[in-house]
């Protein structure tokens, strides 16, 4: 089935993978990847409630348009003159999510201790850090991590996942930081699952 990119409308088959065509952007190039980025869209003019984050799925072409960080701005959304306004963007489910930080070096290691630990792991390289999705069963934890520019030896994690999935999160944590990552969980929040 085919899905639409909410901002220029282009509609993929989001199970045929495709070469990343910018190699500029620092996104792994040398593999097939989703034709769909999905990235959190935060609200931040006065109009808009600030706890209403919504949710916008990116083809390549419009990824490569943005200056995307771990998240954008409903403005920066704007500036793409979207097919989808923000208002009509699915809203982002309420997530559990922890933030660590860790030497820059304990990053690259990351993949291998989640595998070994049974996630299927998929990395992505970014001009501005790492991001990681990790599947066990049918739970997804994402990560994304960015050098701290105060210190650039040490790396600031975020992990998030859905409320519904904390348990497999929290596994998350305790892999990174009882397993051979000296990291030190600097925030976290679990909120219970809506029934």
């Given amino acids: 089935m085919k899905q639409q990119c909410h901002a220029c409308g282009i509609e993929k088959d989001p199970d045929a993978l495709e070469l990343y065509p910018f190699p500029e952007d ?6 097939p990847i989703s034709p769909f980025f999905t990235l959190d869209c935060q609200p ?15 083809c ?14 409903d403005a920066c959304w704007e500036s793409l003159n979207p097919v989808t306004p923000f208002e009509q963007l699915p809203k982002l489910p309420e997530s559990a999510w922890f933030q660590l930080r860790l030497p820059s070096p304990c990053a690259t290691q990351i993949p291998g201790m989640l595998t070994a630990a049974g996630f299927h792991v998929t990395a992505q390289e970014f001009r501005f850090g ?23 030896a040490c790396c600031c994690l975020t ?3 859905s409320a519904e999935q904390a348990v497999t999160l929290k596994a998350v944590r305790d892999l990174l930081t009882q397993h051979g990552a000296p990291a030190s969980v600097t925030a976290e929040r679990y909120p219970e699952p809506r029934v």
């Fill in 60 to 73: 390549h072409a419009c990824f490569h348009r943005l200056d995307v960080d771990q998240w954008i701005s």
């Fill in 44 to 58: 931040t003019s006065a109009a808009r409630e600030r706890s209403d984050w919504r949710v916008a799925r990116v």
């Fill in 130 to 152: 790492i991001a990681f999705s990790c599947a066990r069963g049918s739970a997804t934890v994402q990560i994304s991590g960015v050098m701290l520019p105060d210190d650039p």
């Fill in 159 to 161: 992990a998030t996942s």
């Fill in 26 to 31: 620092g996104v792994v190039d040398d593999q």
